[in-house]
């Protein structure tokens, strides 16, 4: 149990609720409550790319973690769907850079064992808040896929012992 990391998951979940429920009114300035949420969640996009540039699975998992709970996946706290739209932010780069660097691995040993399973669930979380904004004709196939290659991960890695058992079940 890391400590710091739940704190920090617990921070994005805050975020998810001041963005989906509180609302951010007002001005958008510099100084404004939207302007300091963009900023953090800016920020959290900027800790999962550079992870991403790094090739650090392990920190990548928590980085897209955050960064999706704070868009709105919610475990802790209600789901919402447009967090990216409220606040302007882009999921473009960072879905690009992510595509690339799944597509890049010809044998993905990233999906695989313990560490495997947590950046499958992040990758899938992150899928899930960013689809909607960063979905287009270029990278539709693109992210499909992924989604493809690593729901068969998880099946083949956690239900019934393997793929093969699960087919017969």
């Known amino acids: 149990f890391d400590e710091t990391d739940f704190?920090?998951?617990?921070?994005?979940?805050?975020?998810n609720i001041v963005i989906s429920r509180c609302g951010l009114m007002g001005s958008a300035g510099i100084g404004s409550t939207r302007y300091d949420v963009f900023q953090l969640v800016t920020k959290l996009g900027k800790q999962a790319q550079n992870?991403?540039?790094?090739?650090?699975?392990?920190?990548?998992?928590?980085?897209?973690?955050?960064?999706?709970?704070?868009?709105?996946?919610?475990?802790?706290?209600?789901?919402?769907?447009?967090?990216?739209?409220?606040?302007?932010?882009s999921c473009d780069e960072l879905m690009s850079n992510l595509l690339t660097f799944c597509e890049g691995n010809e044998s993905p040993s990233f999906m695989e064992g313990t560490t495997g399973s947590q950046f499958n669930s992040s990758v899938i979380m992150w899928l899930s808040v960013a689809v909607q904004s960063a979905l287009n004709e270029s990278n539709a196939a693109q992210i499909w896929s992924l989604a493809n290659?690593?729901?068969s991960a998880v099946i083949e890695q956690n239900c019934y012992g393997g793929l093969e058992d699960w087919l017969f079940m």
Do not use: H, P, V, W
């Not at 704190?7 to 975020?15: G, H, K, P, V, Y």
């Open 7 to 15: 704190l920090n998951q617990a921070a994005s979940e805050c975020l």
């Open 149 to 151: 290659e690593i729901i």
């Open 51 to 89: 992870q991403l540039d790094e090739g650090n699975t392990n920190l990548l998992s928590s980085s897209l973690k955050r960064i999706s709970l704070a868009l709105g996946y919610g475990l802790l706290t209600s789901k919402s769907e447009n967090n990216a739209g409220i606040l302007r932010f």
